[in-house]
């Protein structure tokens, strides 16, 4: 009987695709984060903080995947949405929001959509609901967190940070922090 699907080891080389997820957000925090994580899993990531900046990226690479925040300046999810459908109605795509839910949606969007993801959000739900939703894709999330003890994205972004994962402190010196 196989194991909880999210268990195992991550491996770079394991996950080596040409799958190019393009990522839409207004907070850094929020790209930067999911940058690495899919970064992590073996995806090739593109970045871009409105919609109107994602449109320019959506139509200079061939995209595999669309992740879109939906409150944003310039040009919001929606539009992006819209105008992305116009050009490609089958890449999947999956909407983020601090504010709206599934039951909030306006219109007929959550037909338009892959899945709706509520922030926060944690991992779990991304490699759940993302990650194996993609064709050919099944088990790419495995390794979120490992039974036996073998390095985690957790581990490896905290290790990167100089922070504690598990506690939020800084374990970096006193003098490494001041460089």
Same mark, same amino acid.
């Given at each position: 009987?196989?194991?909880?699907?999210?268990?195992?080891?991550?491996?770079?080389?394991?996950?080596?695709?040409?799958?190019? /997820? #393009?990522?839409? %957000?207004?907070? =850094?925090?929020? !790209?930067? &984060?999911?940058?690495?994580?899919?970064?992590?899993?073996?995806?090739?990531? /593109? #970045?871009?903080? %409105?919609?109107? =900046?994602?449109? !320019?990226? &959506?139509?200079?690479?061939?995209?595999?995947?669309?992740?879109?925040?939906?409150?944003?300046?310039?040009?919001?999810?929606?539009?992006?949405?819209?105008?992305?459908?116009?050009?490609?109605?089958?890449?999947?795509?999956?909407?983020?929001?601090?504010?709206?839910?599934?039951?909030?949606?306006?219109?007929?969007?959550?037909?338009?959509?892959?899945?709706?993801?509520?922030?926060?959000?944690?991992?779990?739900?991304?490699?759940?609901?993302?990650?194996?939703?993609?064709?050919?894709?099944?088990?790419?999330?495995?390794?979120?967190?490992?039974?036996?003890?073998?390095?985690?994205?957790?581990?490896?972004?905290?290790?990167?940070?100089?922070?504690?994962?598990?506690?939020?402190?800084?374990?970096?010196?006193?003098?490494?922090?001041?460089?």
């Amino acid at each position: 009987m196989p194991g909880h699907p999210l268990k195992g080891t991550l491996s770079s080389e394991k996950n080596m695709t040409q799958t190019t /997820i #393009l990522i839409v %957000d207004d907070e =850094e925090d929020i !790209r930067k &984060f999911m940058e690495d994580l899919f970064n992590y899993l073996g995806y090739r990531v /593109i #970045l871009a903080c %409105d919609g109107i =900046e994602a449109m !320019r990226e &959506f139509t200079a690479h061939q995209i595999d995947c669309v992740i879109s925040d939906i409150c944003m300046p310039r040009m919001d999810g929606f539009e992006f949405l819209r105008q992305v459908r116009q050009r490609d109605g089958k890449v999947p795509f999956f909407l983020i929001s601090g504010y709206y839910s599934a039951e909030k949606m306006p219109g007929n969007i959550t037909e338009e959509v892959s899945a709706i993801i509520s922030k926060p959000f944690s991992i779990h739900q991304i490699l759940d609901t993302i990650v194996k939703t993609l064709p050919g894709e099944q088990g790419r999330g495995e390794g979120a967190e490992t039974a036996d003890g073998k390095k985690t994205f957790e581990d490896e972004r905290s290790r990167r940070s100089g922070r504690d994962r598990r506690t939020g402190s800084d374990r970096r010196s006193s003098r490494d922090r001041r460089e």
